[in-house]
């Protein structure tokens, strides 16, 4: 158990609609990490949060968002839903409070999105 | 940019068998290499890492050593498992911040079977 809870697990929606996924940070790590997982694409980095603030942005598009609350668990909003949106979407976390970073990302166990 | 090239797959051997899955990768700076493992229905778990070059990482019988002239990372394990059936996904960071951490790049994913 990685210690980051990602809900819903499964999620089936129609196209053109909007959908949000939640995740829970380990205990005291302050990053959080997006990435998208498709058959085709891979593992491809979203983005990442630190504390509340946007860090680092990768191949995220427009119509999703992200944030980070103050109690560090973070949403992706995903709207405007096309079938290739169709993925597994991870979070992962990382640089706990007052101890070294060592590079590792802990992973969650995934909320796989079908859009239909 | 940073890239990460796998072999591809899938890979099937037979218990006990040899396996080498290779990596290589294209960075600036000097990147900490990962390995990370995923199984059925989970999320991703960190198998072994090494931060700088010909640094070992080890773990569950898996080893992988980081070759600076060779820019290479490849995974082996002597005698496989039929639970070592997973897929494998080599990383690199080259912009790792001891406060924040920071994002992982992928590789695409080697998909391992193991019959018995």
């Known amino acids: 158990d990685s210690g980051v809870t990602q809900t819903p697990k499964h999620l089936i929606t129609a196209t053109g609609q909007r959908v949000t996924l939640r995740c829970s940070p380990r205990?005291?790590?302050?990053?959080v990490y997006w990435y998208q997982q498709s058959l085709d694409q891979g593992l491809q980095f979203l983005i990442q949060?630190?504390?509340?603030?946007?860090?680092a942005k990768g191949n995220i598009l427009e119509r999703f968002s992200a944030q980070q609350f103050p109690d560090l668990h973070s949403e992706l909003n995903l709207s405007s839903l096309e079938l290739g949106d169709s993925a597994l979407y991870f979070c992962?976390?990382?640089?706990?409070?007052?101890?070294?970073?060592?590079?590792?990302?802990?992973f969650g166990e995934g909320s796989r999105l079908t859009v239909l | 940019g940073n890239s990460v090239t796998q072999m591809e797959g899938p890979v099937t051997l037979s218990e006990e068998a040899f396996l080498t899955i290779n990596c290589t990768y294209t960075?600036?700076?000097?990147?900490?290499l990962f390995w990370y493992v995923q199984y059925p229905g989970e999320g991703l778990q960190l198998l072994l890492k090494?931060?700088?070059?010909?640094d070992k990482g080890s773990n569950k019988g898996f080893e992988a050593t980081y070759r600076k002239e060779t820019t290479s990372f490849h995974l082996e394990k002597g005698s496989v498992q039929v639970s070592d059936s997973a897929v494998y996904f080599c990383?690199?960071?080259?912009?790792?911040?001891?406060?924040?951490?920071?994002?992982?790049?992928f590789g695409e994913g080697t998909q391992l079977t193991v019959n018995p």
């Open positions: 992962a976390s990382s640089a706990r409070r007052g101890t070294a970073n060592t590079g590792e990302l802990f």
């Open positions: 205990s005291g790590d302050l990053s």
């Open positions: 949060y630190y504390n509340g603030e946007e860090r």
């Open positions: 960075a600036t700076g000097y990147p900490s």
């Open positions: 090494a931060t700088k070059a010909d």
């Open positions: 990383a690199l960071n080259t912009e790792f911040s001891k406060t924040s951490g920071s994002r992982l790049t």
